[in-house]
């Protein structure tokens, strides 16, 4: 069996396996890294369904996210190429509502919730919403925020956002979804903004074909449903 990102999952038990003497017999506590691996494996193999595809080319799916105080937005679409992924503002025009959203930041976490919680939850909650559609793709995750990007690109944060982090993860691996994180300024993530605001008049200029469906506010998805 193999298991996308597993293998980020394992270094902190092998570290503590290497640092177990082997003349010694003792009982030695795991460390804090390794629990959270092993939690991780925990939620993960539940959800697994033990296809993996090991081929090198995998569909693109362009995933924007963006975080405030009151609010997580997000929306994707399918893209043919690198070049076509980082253009978003060609694809908005043509999307439909149905590939974004809105999520109340209090319902996803809380609202006194650390923003780099929030910016975490917002791709969560994209993968938790759309996941089931992205099986076997690659997922090029763009973000303007620093943390977010470092964590997916590291596959671990310190702090409480880790946990935001790890089901994220989990739900990817059971999906054989490979992401692949990209780094955006703020400027350049309008519309993901916009959605986080619920700034409808700023969503409505630049997707003009929402404005007669704008039931975007959705609530938080949850990993229990990507086990169906």
Known sequence: MVIRLGRARLQSLYSDLASFPSHQRSVRRLSHDSRGDLA??????????????????????????????????????????WDSARDWMSAAPHLPSTHAAIVDASSACSDVAHINIKE???????????????????????????????????????????????????????????VQPHWLPSSENLLADALSRSDYKTIADICPQWTSSFPLLRPPGSADSQSS
Do not use: M
């Open 120 to 178: 975490v939850s917002a791709i969560l909650q994209a993968f938790l919403l759309h996941s089931p559609h992205w099986a076997h793709h690659r997922v090029l995750a763009f973000t303007d925020s620093a943390v977010a990007f470092h964590g997916l690109s590291k596959q671990a944060l310190r702090g409480p956002a880790h946990r935001q982090l790890l089901k994220l993860l989990s739900v990817a691996a059971a999906l054989d979804i490979e």
């Open 40 to 81: 991780w494996w925990r939620d993960t193999l539940p959800l697994f369904n033990g296809i993996h595809f090991f081929n090198k080319s995998r569909p693109p799916v362009a995933l924007y996210t963006d975080a405030c105080d009151l609010g997580l937005g997000l929306f994707f679409f399918y893209a043919s190429s």
